[in-house]
């Protein structure tokens, strides 16, 4: 059971690290967008 768990927390592990890294993106990318967005709306009035 152990062992079995060991390995299975290792893929977890792996997996977190790139939902992290891609949600991080993700996130990014929406506030890029908001900005840029936020920006067009001042400029435009």
Same mark, same amino acid.
């Given at each position: 059971?152990?062992?079995? !768990?060991?390995?299975?927390? %290792?893929?977890? $592990?792996?997996?977190?690290?790139?939902? =992290?890294?891609? !949600?991080?993106?993700?996130? %990014?990318?929406? $506030?890029?967008?908001?900005?840029?967005? =936020?920006?067009?709306?001042?400029?435009?009035?």
């Amino acid at each position: 059971m152990p062992s079995d !768990f060991k390995s299975y927390h %290792a893929i977890l $592990c792996t997996t977190w690290s790139f939902y =992290c890294h891609f !949600f991080v993106l993700v996130i %990014a990318k929406m $506030c890029f967008f908001l900005k840029e967005d =936020c920006l067009k709306e001042n400029s435009g009035r």
